[in-house]
């Protein structure tokens, strides 16, 4: 059944965040991993989404947080075991996103064999932008993503360069996991990933499509 709330908003949905890494092959190598041989997928909660106008909270147990600048892909219908060739009729729209990473709880997380929730799913770990309907981008392959701190460039890169196609991906993880009207792919982060501070301004866009700025700062404890 048809929902009447709008895609246009779908951060409120409080639907999955599904994103992928290791889907850049010069991302792999400035991480040191290993070209994956199939998707490599991890959830952030809904919790983690962020929009303009709120800062992205550096969380207390992290000395390093990354910027990582990612296309993502909103569902638009129930999605399950779907083939690479209808893969695209399930797609909603697309949003420019930032899969904030605390990078050195992450490499913790890596040596001890934990899942990288700390490092990847916390509060404000997921800013997205405004929602673009699929209608305005007909093929998301060939879309320049870019992040810039402070002014300064810091990733540009080519969704051409996706190991694993939009199709691929969508395939791939609705055969694992049913994906939802609303639901979110993060579709992995090109190179360039680094660390950001306290004080410090994300600007990220898609080509000149759209553009989006956060701030930095650190999360306080509760006493
Ligand atoms: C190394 C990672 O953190 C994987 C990831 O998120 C990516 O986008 O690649
Ligand atoms: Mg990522």
Redesign the pocket.
């Known amino acids: 059944m048809a929902s009447s709330r709008s895609l246009a908003r779908f951060w409120e949905w409080g639907k999955n965040i599904v994103?992928?890494?290791?889907?850049?092959a010069e991302?792999?190598k400035e991480?040191g991993?290993a070209l994956p041989a199939e998707p490599?997928f991890?959830l952030k909660p809904s919790s983690a989404y962020l929009r303009e106008g709120s800062p992205i909270l550096r969380p207390y147990y992290c000395s390093d947080l990354?910027h990582?600048v990612?296309l993502g892909v909103v569902i638009g219908k129930r999605t399950q075991a779907v083939s690479q060739e209808a893969a695209m009729e399930h797609v909603g729209g697309y949003a420019l996103c930032l899969?904030m990473?605390a990078?050195d709880t992450?490499k913790e997380c890596k040596k001890k064999g934990l899942p990288?929730t700390l490092?990847?799913a916390f509060s404000t770990s997921c800013p997205v932008s405004e929602f673009v309907p699929k209608e305005k981008i007909p093929d998301p392959h060939k879309l320049k993503i870019w992040l810039k701190v402070n002014g300064q460039l810091r990733q540009e890169g080519e969704t051409s360069s996706m190991i694993f196609s939009i199709p691929h991906l969508i395939s791939y993880i609705s055969e694992i996991v049913t994906l939802e009207e609303g639901d979110l792919i993060?579709t992995?982060?090109p190179s360039g990933?680094g660390s950001v501070q306290e004080g410090d301004e994300i600007e990220a866009g898609i080509g000149d499509i759209l553009s989006m700025r956060f701030k930095v700062a650190q999360q306080t404890r509760r006493s």
């Open positions: 994103c992928v890494g290791r889907n850049y991302h792999a991480m991993n490599l991890f990354h990582e990612e899969d990473t990078r992450q990288w490092a990847k993060l992995g982060s990933v």
